[in-house]
Structure formats: C-alpha cells, structure tokens
C-alpha cells in the first residue's frame, strides 16, 4: 500500500520560512524521482521542484534560489525548504514519485507521475 504523507504546512508572513516533508511508504522510495507540486485556487498544477534517485535536481524558475529539496534515502523522506515566501506561493503542495529516469526527474515535465500525497497547505500573507 503506497503512502506519501505531506506535513509542514501553514501560515507565514512574507519573507518567512517554512520547510516542508513527505514521508513515503509501500514502494522503492530509493529509485523513484520524488516531486514536489502546488496548486493555488483557480489555477493549474505547478511543477515545483525535483529530486531524483542519484541524487540530481530541479528547480521551476518561480523558485530558483528560494526553495531547496532534499532527500533522505535511508528514512524514505523528501523535503522542502522554502525562504523568501511570497504571496504568489499560496498553495496547496504536493509530495509526489515517478518512477521514470533521471533525465525525464529533472526536464521539467511532470505528466507521468505515479503516486501523489493528500497535500499541505501554505499560506503566504
């Protein structure tokens, strides 16, 4: 039974810091591409950030230089800290894995992801 568990979210000033985890479950964390996703009220899904499974990154340019991932292999666990909060990054955020290559994790693309979590929610105002 595949399990992503997002927590971390909440409310923050702008400017501020909040770092988020998911916790995986039920499949072979270790070789997956985990991802992180938000989606704002009224607005399509964004991809936020990658990390795949040699260790290698993506960052959506929305983001570059505020948001770093990161991921605990041994305790199946990816994070995401994010500094610099704006008001634009009111959403809810999602821990998802893909089972797909390392270059396919770090493209950008975000069509064939195989399991998603509930999500989180951060505020920003």
């Known amino acids: 039974h595949v399990q992503l568990v997002e927590s971390g979210g909440g409310s923050v000033r702008p400017g501020g810091s909040l770092e988020l985890s998911c916790g995986a479950s039920g499949y072979s964390y270790s070789s997956y591409c985990m991802g992180w996703f938000r989606q704002a009220p009224g607005k399509e899904c964004e991809l936020v950030s990658t990390?795949?499974?040699?260790?290698?990154?993506y960052y959506s340019d929305f983001v570059k230089g505020r948001f770093t991932i990161s991921r605990d292999n041994a305790n199946n666990t990816v994070n995401l800290m994010m500094n610099s909060l704006k008001p634009e990054d009111t959403a809810m955020y999602y821990c998802a894995a893909t089972d797909r290559s390392v270059d396919y994790c770090t493209s950008g693309h975000f069509g064939t992801y195989n399991y998603y979590g509930q999500g989180t929610q951060v505020t920003v105002s």
């Open positions: 990390a795949s499974s040699d260790g290698s990154t």
